[in-house]
């Protein structure tokens, strides 16, 4: 991950490390300095050093002549909480120095470090279409007519605007969080038959981010059931009972531990930022507890999805090393955790508790769940 972003002779100097051990300098997008995991062990201070050559002049008409230079960027990083001591010298003087919190690198632009591969997915080139249109406005009036339609098909037309309402209240939660960290963002789509896209024109730094983006909009849609349900129970009006399950069976949906859904961002989130196998056990334990309980109340589906997305996120936990953003500390790990649990229990709590009922519209989403 992207750690420390200096310049150097009017060119850009940066750390990468990772918290498995190994660090990467890059010079002017070059790499100039590179420390293995084994050689990082059980050291408190890591020094990279590396050489520049300078061309120097004396006076007008001598000969050219080349200099050494020696650079030196010492570093010390504790990864929970999250803090970087750094002390840049050149020739043996101090050029620059000082200490980096995690509030240093949210706020902080991204620095390509060097050329990589790009990855290419579907959501990704979805998210890169819709950006070659957000220039004009109107596309999300004509993705947004387009989903009416499609979902009036499916459904109807009055159900077809509360579920386009929820959904806008969804992603209204994923947009206020990027607003929170100071991203720029260009709103969100409605796409026909695939839900909301919000779209910001900044990239993440750190695992907290990714977590409070995430989560919020599913949070969002708590508590647009909670103000449904208990507008259902004083008015007795039906069909806000309904909107209520279908909108918490939506949110529901998305906290599923699969990417790139929003659980999956969450849950992946907590688990690359754990470095200890207690807590892997702790995370394995909590996972096989949402399945035990899901199977308990009635939610075979959700149960047997928390099962699979959990066994994927497991399996890819090898590749956390890889990642370039920065870890949640123990307090941001319990943090998002509860934030999650107390989330999925709440929109669980909704659903169960409209199916107990005799009514089959209030019930359906219940039955679903167990299927």
């Not at 607003?179 to 695992?207: I, S």
């Not at 507008?231 to 949906?253: D, K, S």
């Amino acid at each position: 991950m992207h750690l420390l972003n200096l310049e150097l002779f009017g060119k850009t100097l940066t750390l990468d490390a990772s918290m498995a051990g190994w660090q990467q300098l890059f010079w002017d997008g070059n790499c100039v300095s590179q420390i293995t995991a084994s050689d990082a062990v059980d050291q408190d201070i890591v020094n990279h050093q590396f050489e520049l050559t300078q061309v120097m002049v004396a006076k007008v008409g001598d000969e050219p002549q080349e200099q050494k230079i020696i650079v030196s960027l010492s570093n010390s990083i504790n990864w929970q909480p999250f803090s970087l001591d750094y002390q840049l010298s050149v020739d043996g003087q101090d050029v620059a120095n000082g200490m980096l919190n995690e509030k240093d690198i949210e706020s902080r632009e991204i620095v390509n470090t060097g050329k990589s591969k790009p990855k290419v997915s579907t959501v990704g080139l979805l998210g890169l279409g819709l950006k070659l249109f957000k220039s004009a406005k109107v596309i999300k009036v004509v993705l947004a007519a387009g989903s009416l339609a499609a979902y009036s098909w499916l459904f109807s037309f009055e159900f077809a605007l509360a579920l386009i309402g929820c959904l806008v209240f969804h992603e209204y939660g994923h947009v206020r969080a990027m607003k929170y960290f100071g991203m720029k963002t260009k709103g969100f789509y409605l796409v026909p038959f695939l839900g909301g896209l919000a779209v910001n024109d900044d990239k993440l730094n750190t695992r907290w981010q990714d977590v409070v983006i995430s989560i919020m909009g599913p949070f969002f849609g708590l508590l647009l059931s909670l103000g449904l349900l208990v507008a259902y129970w004083i008015t007795g009006i039906e069909i806000l009972g309904g909107i209520a399950a279908f909108n918490a069976l939506l949110n529901l949906f998305q906290l599923l531990p699969v990417l790139p859904l929003d659980g999956g961002h969450v849950l992946k989130s907590i688990a690359y930022s754990v470095n200890s196998k207690m807590g892997l056990v702790v995370c394995v334990l909590g996972a096989a507890l949402g399945v035990y309980v899901s199977y308990t109340f009635g939610f075979a589906l959700l149960g047997f999805l928390l099962a699979i997305g959990s066994i994927e996120i497991f399996f890819e936990y090898k590749y956390r090393h890889q990642t370039r953003l920065l870890p949640l500390d123990r307090y941001g790990q319990i943090i998002s955790a509860a934030w999650y649990l107390m989330t999925v229990i709440g929109l669980s709590a909704i659903i169960w508790g409209l199916g107990q009922g005799a009514n089959d519209a209030l019930s359906l989403p219940f039955k679903i769940l167990g299927s």
